[in-house]
C-alpha cells in the first residue's frame, strides 16, 4: 500500500531508496521512438510566449531527476499542478501539456518518473517499454517522487502548493488515482484513462485504485473511453460505485466512441471533440475544488 501520513502531521517524502544509481538524468529531445508522430497535421504546439520553461533536476533523496517544467511570466505565486506522464516518459507531448497549463495561469512540472529504471525515449517497441522499464518502476518510489517535486515547488516563490492538483494520462492516470489516495494535501485530481483494476503484482504494483477507493483525499475527475479496449467499461462502473458507497467525490465521464489515448493528439487515437470537451472538464474541476 501507498506511504500514508496522517493528516494532522508534517506530510514529507520518503529520502532514499537501495538504487541510487540515475540512469535518465536528462530528458529526451522530441516524441518518443514509439510514437513518432502519425497524426502530424493534429500535433498541438504551444508556444513558450509569456512562458518560462524548460528542464530542471529536482532532488529526491538518491539523486536529481530531471523534470520539465512550464508557468507564466511574472512573480506569481501560480497554482501549482502534477502533470504525470505516460508510458512513454516527458516527451515533447507532456511538455506541450505543461505549456497548456502554464497558459492557463499554471505552475507545471511533469518529473521523469522513470528516471532510475531506465530511457523509453529510445526504446521502439511499446512491448518492450513495459518488459524492461515499466514493470519495474514501483508505485511507492512514484508516490514518494511526486511528494519531492511538491516539496521542491513549494521552495519556489512562483508556486502554491496550497493550490495543489495532479492530472495524467494512461499509466500516469492510474498513477493519479494512487495519488489522491495518498496525499492528504491534494485539492483535485482528473485522470486520463487510468486503470482502476489489475491483477497486483507486489511489491511493485500491490494495489489499484479500485481497492484503495474509501482513502481517497481528493475529488477524482476521471476521462474515458468507451471505446478503450483496455480499461472495462465494467471497472469504471464498478469505481462509481465503490466511490458513491464510500461517500468520496468522484465523476467519471466516459466519451463513448472515444478509444485509449484520445487526448494524445500526436497518435491516430486522438480524439478532438473529447479531448478538448476533457480538458474543459479538467480547468473547471481545478477551479471548482481550489485548484485555481
Known amino acids: 500500500m501507498s506511504i500514508t501520513h496522517p493528516d494532522a502531521a508534517p506530510f514529507l517524502p520518503r529520502t532514499h531508496y537501495n538504487r541510487r544509481d540515475f540512469l ?19 500535433v498541438i504546439k504551444t508556444p513558450d510566449t509569456g512562458l518560462v ?14 523534470a520539465y517544467r512550464a508557468m507564466p511570466e511574472g512573480d506569481g505565486p501560480f497554482p501549482t499542478v502534477l502533470v504525470v506522464q505516460e508510458i512513454f516518459g516527458v516527451h515533447e507531448y507532456i511538455r506541450d501539456v505543461c505549456r497548456r497549463f502554464a497558459k492557463a495561469g499554471y505552475y507545471a512540472v511533469a518529473p521523469e518518473l522513470y528516471a532510475r529504471q531506465g530511457d523509453v525515449s529510445k526504446i521502439a517497441s511499446i512491448d518492450d517499454i513495459v518488459k524492461q522499464v515499466v514493470s519495474k518502476v514501483p508505485d511507492e518510489q512514484v508516490l514518494s517522487d511526486l511528494d519531492h517535486v511538491v516539496a521542491w515547488a513549494k521552495q519556489d516563490k512562483h508556486a502554491d502548493t496550497a493550490r495543489l492538483a495532479i492530472t495524467g494520462y494512461c499509466w500516469g492516470g492510474r498513477i493519479v488515482w494512487l495519488y489522491a489516495e495518498h496525499n492528504p494535501n491534494l485539492k483535485a485530481a482528473v485522470a486520463w ?14 494495489h489499484h485504485p479500485l481497492e484503495l477507493v474509501k482513502d481517497l483525499k481528493a475529488p477524482v475527475l476521471g476521462l474515458y473511453g468507451g471505446a478503450d479496449q483496455g480499461i472495462p467499461l465494467d471497472s469504471i462502473e464498478a469505481m462509481r460505485k465503490a466511490a458513491h458507497d464510500a461517500g468520496k467525490t468522484v465523476e467519471l465521464i466516459v466519451y463513448p466512441d472515444a478509444p485509449h489515448g484520445f487526448h494524445a493528439d500526436y497518435r491516430p487515437s486522438y480524439r478532438k471533440e473529447a479531448a478538448e470537451d476533457g480538458w474543459k472538464r479538467l480547468l473547471a474541476w481545478f477551479h471548482d475544488h481550489g485548484a485555481a
Open 24 to 42: 535518465v538524468t536528462s530528458l529526451a529531445a522530441g516524441f518518443a521512438l514509439a510514437v513518432q508522430p502519425a497524426n502530424a497535421d493534429a
Open 53 to 66: 520553461t524548460g528542464e530542471v533536476k529536482i532532488p529526491v533523496g538518491d539523486g536529481d531527476m530531471p
Open 193 to 206: 484513462y487510468g486503470r482502476l483494476t489489475g491483477q497486483a503484482n507486489p511489491p511493485i504494483n500491490p
